[in-house]
């Protein structure tokens, strides 16, 4: 456990050379939430960001070769793919805490609509297909090299944003309607333990995840 904490830390390390990048795309996806007024809105946006944000340690490792280091100095490759792992769902943690606080601030200045449980629930869906969508990646990245493996592994995060685009008009074609702009609806009819269902699963995921990735990656050249 330790050995992956201190992976972790080297993860933010590498990571400082981007910080005014990445605190860009923090500023642009809060600024596009406030412009459109929903914290729902919000939360998405900071989601999109933290899926960039990913895949920036893969990039990071195979400009600098830190694959070839991390074996010359017989760091165990499953404390490399746990610390992956450790490193997205502290990102994730970030992000929650991100949303919330922000979504909060968005009520007082602009009188934005804000419910706790709308917005946990908003946030756990959210959750939910990020951990899908690393799920997926991350073994394709730790199969092959950066390179090779960054259009294949956007496949998965350009069939998922096209499906919840077109799910609307899936339903709406259906006949099943559904108030997408309100989902109080929703929340006021649920068990309070549905609410982390999505998070739970993705918890779930992220670890079958996990052990094939470990599985991959120890059977990868370097």
Sequence with gaps: MKKTLLFVGMELRSLKPYRVS??????LATGLGFFFGSS???SSYLMMVLILL???PFSISEKNRLDTLYSTLSINRKTVVRGHYSFALMAEAVFIVLAILFSWIMSLFIGAKFDIMETLFSISLLSGVFSLLVAIQFPIYFKYDYSKAKILA?????????G????PLLTELLGIKFPWTDISF???DIPAYIFFAPFIF???????SCVLSCRLYAKRDI
């Design 154 to 162: 956007f496949i998965p995060l350009f069939i998922v944003f096209l």
């Design 202 to 208: 993705g918890l779930v995921l992220l670890w079958l």
């Design 164 to 167: 919840i685009i077109q799910f």
């Design 40 to 42: 729902h809105a919000l």
């Design 54 to 56: 990913m895949t920036y």
């Design 22 to 27: 990445i605190l860009i795309l923090i500023v």
């Design 186 to 188: 929703v929340t006021s």
